[in-house]
Each structure stands twice: as structure tokens, then as C-alpha cells.
T-cell receptor, first 114, second 113 residues
Framework: DSGVTQTPKHLITATGQRVTLRCSPR?????VYWYQQSLDQGLQFLIQ???????AKGNILERFSAQQFPDLHSELNLSSLELGDSALYFC?????????????FGSGTQLSVL | LAKTTQPISMDSYEGQEVNITCSHN???????ITWYQQFPSQGPRFIIQ???TKVTNEVASLFIPADRKSSTLSLPRVSLSDTAVYYC??????????????FGTGTRLTIIP
């Protein structure tokens, strides 16, 4: 158990809909990262938050947004969903915000867009 | 940008030592090199991290040459349970100086009985 909690584990929705994925980081971790992993693809970095502020941004679509709340949990919002958004979405947390930090990953949310 | 390059796949027999090399030609001075292991439908798990020379823990060893433009993960005496995807991760600083922790495509290691 990494200590990172992601909900829900599975999500099935239709094209055009909007969903919210939730992540609770390990106790004491200030950084939250979101990654997308499509079938047989590597991990695509989406966005990072550190102590409530956006710290780094990857190839995140404009239809996607995220935030980190004062209690440090984070939410990833995906809107106007398309079939291609079907993927496993991982959240990771770390204590700081540099490459020296070890990332601890949650078990992911499997999103299926039908 | 410290883009990483790894072999797409490797096969090895049980009991052998496996070495997976990652190239990161543009690694920055402050970047650390970290390796992760991922099983299907699970999140990646930390294996080992280093900055230079050699690091060893109970699971693996990490060799980093002086120029730090590559690193080699060494798994001693692999077993079937080591079948997984292995990712090399380094920092990836944006123009604003903030690092994006970008994973490469990973190396799919298959252990053969």
C-alpha cells in the first residue's frame, strides 16, 4: 500500500460527459502529480501541484483541469470526454517538488468512455 | 529537457542478471535518476535512485557513469515475478525552471522460465 488513495477505481461514462477523479496523497506529502496511461502506452505526465499551487504542466488537454485543495487532496476534471480519453489515470505524491523526490503512486482510476 | 531513451523490450531467463540501460543526454546538474517498476494495472513502484557512481539496495543496483548521460539498472538473479515494465525517470525542466517528471516509454522485461 503506497498510502495514496484514488477514487473511484473504475468509471464508465459516455462521450461528451464530464467526470472528476479524486486523489488523496500520502500523509505529509505536498506534491501531487497526475499521469495518464493509455493501453500499452507509457505514462504521460499531465500536471503537478505543490502545496496548492500548479508547479509544472505537461501535455494536458484544455478539456482537462486539476486543482489541489487546502487539505492537499487533488481532483482531476475531464470534460467533453472523447473515446480517446479512455485510459488509466494515476495520481502520485511526493514530499517535495524535485527529481530527488520519490513518487508514490495510487492504484489508478480506469476510465472507460463509451 | 532530459528526455530518456530505453530499449522497448528485453527477455531473460530466470536466475540471470539483467541490465537495463537508460540514456538521458540532456540531464541537468540537479537531476536525480530514479527507476520504477510497473506491473499491469498497477501504479509504478520505486526501485532505486541515484545521482552519480553506484547505488545498491536490497532489490537492485544502479550504475551511473561520470558524465551522467546514461544509467544502468542491474537486477541480480531475476525470477518470474520480475516480469514488468521498468521506467527510468529524470527531471525535465521547463522554461520556467519547474521540473516535469517525465517517464519514458519504459522497458518491458519478460523473464523466461
Amino acid at each position: 500500500d503506497s498510502g495514496v488513495t484514488q477514487t473511484p477505481k473504475h468509471l464508465i461514462t459516455a462521450t461528451g460527459q464530464r467526470v472528476t477523479l479524486r486523489c488523496s496523497p500520502r500523509s505529509g506529502d505536498l506534491s501531487v502529480y497526475w499521469y495518464q496511461q493509455s493501453l500499452d502506452q507509457g505514462l504521460q505526465f499531465l500536471i503537478q501541484y505543490y502545496n496548492g499551487e500548479e508547479r509544472a504542466k505537461g501535455n494536458i488537454l484544455e478539456r482537462f483541469s486539476a486543482q489541489q485543495f487546502p487539505d492537499l487532496h487533488s481532483e482531476l476534471n475531464l470534460s467533453s470526454l472523447e473515446l480517446g480519453d479512455s485510459a488509466l489515470y494515476f495520481c502520485a505524491s511526493s514530499g517535495g517538488d524535485s527529481s530527488r523526490e520519490k513518487l508514490f503512486f495510487g492504484s489508478g482510476t480506469q476510465l472507460s468512455v463509451l | 529537457l532530459a528526455k530518456t531513451t530505453q530499449p522497448i523490450s528485453m527477455d531473460s531467463y530466470e536466475g540471470q542478471e539483467v541490465n537495463i540501460t537508460c540514456s538521458h543526454n540532456n540531464i541537468a546538474t540537479n537531476d536525480y535518476i530514479t527507476w520504477y517498476q510497473q506491473f499491469p494495472s498497477q501504479g509504478p513502484r520505486f526501485i532505486i535512485q541515484g545521482y552519480k557512481t553506484k547505488v545498491t539496495n536490497e532489490v537492485a543496483s544502479l550504475f551511473i557513469p561520470a558524465d551522467r548521460k546514461s544509467s544502468t539498472l542491474s537486477l541480480p538473479r531475476v525470477s518470474l515475478s520480475d516480469t514488468a515494465v521498468y521506467y527510468c525517470l529524470v527531471g525535465d525542466s521547463s522554461n520556467f525552471g519547474n521540473e516535469k517528471l517525465t517517464f519514458g516509454t519504459g522497458t518491458r522485461l519478460t523473464i523466461i522460465p
